[in-house]
């Protein structure tokens, strides 16, 4: 539990105090997912040449958690590996990797491991089920009618 800053991804957590409510949040994906991934091409027509790759999603953890899900259970290889939650929803920081926090193909092969978290944090937090996926659906729609290259967690997975 080495992690306290919360609050650069939310607009309601507290530095060493998670808000303990639902968040977005976007990785970056490197540039070559776009040339080497049709189904991400085919995802993002009107991505612009040199714009930023990310994946986006959502969690009722706080991102810096997912992220660790992200880092460590990857899909094909998340047996025996475990994750941290930093945000205090689990009783136990450390957990086993499950294939409900698996990470899809896509993040797994292409993720760089960094949150991107000026393009989230307006978006943070969120109360319910609901508005967490419309806000995904947002920020999606935004970053795509920007340019950027997006793969979205429950849209496109
Ligand atoms: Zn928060
Ligand atoms: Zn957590």
């Given amino acids: 539990m080495s992690f306290s800053n919360f609050h650069q991804h ?14 977005v949040y976007v990785m970056e994906l490197k540039l070559e997912v776009y040339e ?10 009107n ?4 714009m930023p790759c990310v994946y ?3 969690t009722s ?6 992220q660790s899900q992200h880092n ?30 698996r990470t899809s193909s896509i993040v797994g092969k292409y993720m760089t491991g960094f949150l991107l978290k000026s393009l989230y944090k307006k978006y943070n937090p969120q109360q319910d089920p609901q508005s967490n996926e419309e806000a995904e659906d947002k920020l999606t729609n935004e970053l795509r009618s920007q340019g950027f290259g997006v793969w979205a967690g429950h849209l496109d997975a």
Avoid: L
């Avoid at 991505?47 to 040199?50: E, I, L, M, T, W």
């Fill in 10 to 23: 939310c607009k309601k957590c507290r530095k060493g105090r998670p808000c303990k409510k639902k968040h």
């Fill in 36 to 45: 080497k991934s049709q189904k991400f091409k085919d995802a993002n027509p």
């Fill in 47 to 50: 991505y612009k040449q040199g």
């Fill in 56 to 58: 986006v999603g959502k």
């Fill in 61 to 66: 953890h706080h991102p810096r958690c997912r």
């Fill in 72 to 101: 460590n259970c990857k899909t094909g290889d998340w047996r025996g590996k475990k994750w941290t939650c930093y945000c205090g929803m689990k009783s136990e920081p450390v957990s086993e990797c499950k294939i409900s926090t």
